[in-house]
């Protein structure tokens, strides 16, 4: 279902690697438009890492705009008038709780033209327990008239959108998956040495001082490593830091990894492990999958289908539930791994690959845009 030129907006607090899967999420969406013969524009918050990753864009037009106070808030006072000067057709805001939520419903209240919010698990109680009076400000100064605005919330499983029900009373949710973009040719594989490799945000819901804990008190075969990659605030790398000095000598945290040392670290990972407490829907699982690294990951990353196929097995939170998940994946030989990584590379090419995803976009966005021309 064609787009026939339409010009979506995709709006979003940072358009480069700082904003974690978000941005990986936000950069699929720019494929999925311009692949159905849409014309994203994209606009965000410039910030150290944005001018190096709007290549990452490519085909869609960048717009970044300078930011004015903590980062935290995400407050640029030139958002709304770059968004009036584009002629949208309609506008996608990814993520919520900051000052692009606000820049959106003021678009989205001149216009009256299709707004749509992808909250991205910012609305699963784990998170709306923390900072609970920096949320109760949002939703008083801009959230709950962003999310009356909207012509429809957006939910990557139907767990979060239950969240979205709780939180906005709202229940027209739509459901859509993430997509992910194909990986290599899938030919013959030989199980990789015995690597775990973690790549994500540094950030106590990722829940890695559990993994480092359940990792020291497991056993496994000679050569075996846990390799952690990633970036957060100083807070949270200084305490994983001093978390893996305690652990055995072969558990590594090698920092942020991006492009070619990323795709390096997947090709030689027999399994990548998520313990998160809390996830949307997390696109470092499906890049695993569609490299074809099976994974290792917490009922909280909302993929149930990854159990239902074998292309994961499940971890609990705790280090002891986690230590116990390591060694049964560890222990799997060939034949059963090849059986895991034929079920993720199915999941990647199928439920979540850029067609099947793009074609529900392409016809939510098409019906928005009939309408408004009525």
Request: with cysteine; hydrophobic share 45%; charged share 20%.
């Amino acid at each position: 279902m064609s787009l026939d030129g339409a010009r979506i907006g995709l709006i979003t607090s940072s358009a480069s690697r700082l904003n974690g899967g978000v941005f990986e999420a936000v950069v699929a969406q720019a494929g999925l438009i311009a692949a159905a013969g849409g014309r994203p524009v994209v606009f965000a918050v410039r910030d150290e890492h944005s001018d190096e990753d709007r290549q990452r864009f490519a085909g869609a037009d960048v717009h970044l705009v300078d930011g004015w106070g903590p980062r935290q808030i995400g407050y640029a006072p030139d958002l709304v008038a770059s968004l009036l000067s584009e002629r949208l057709d309609c506008l996608h805001l990814h993520g919520i709780w900051m000052y692009p939520s606000a820049a959106a419903t003021r678009w989205a209240r001149v216009t009256g033209r299709p707004y749509y919010i992808s909250p991205h698990g910012m609305l699963d109680p784990w998170i709306t327990a923390r900072g609970t009076w920096k949320k109760a400000a949002a939703r008083l100064a801009y959230e709950r008239r962003s999310w009356r605005a909207a012509t429809a919330l957006h939910a990557l499983t139907s767990a979060e959108a239950a969240d979205i029900a709780r939180e906005s009373a709202r229940t027209d949710t739509i459901v859509i998956p993430n997509a992910v973009a194909p990986g290599p040719a899938p030919g013959a594989a030989v199980m990789p040495p015995p690597n775990v490799v973690y790549i994500g945000r540094i950030h106590p819901k990722k829940n890695l001082s559990a993994l480092v804990r359940g990792w020291s008190a497991a056993q496994f075969p000679a050569g075996a490593q846990l390799v952690i990659a990633g970036w957060g605030d100083d807070e949270a790398i200084a305490g994983l830091r001093h978390a893996v000095a305690q652990g055995p000598a072969n558990i590594s945290f090698v920092g942020p990894q991006f492009g070619a040392a990323k795709d390096k670290l997947l090709d030689e990972a027999r399994f990548v492990v998520l313990p998160s407490l809390s996830e949307g829907l997390p696109m470092a699982i499906l890049e695993a999958w569609a490299r074809g690294v099976p994974t290792i990951m917490t009922t909280a990353c909302n993929l149930p289908e990854g159990f239902d196929s074998t292309a994961a097995i499940e971890c609990g939170l705790d280090a002891p539930a986690i230590s116990q998940a390591l060694q049964r994946a560890m222990a799997l030989d060939e034949s059963e791994w090849q059986a895991m990584r034929g079920s993720a590379l199915a999941l990647a090419e199928n439920r979540f690959s850029p067609v099947t995803v793009g074609a529900q976009w392409s016809a939510v966005y098409r019906a928005a845009l009939e309408g408004s021309r009525r």
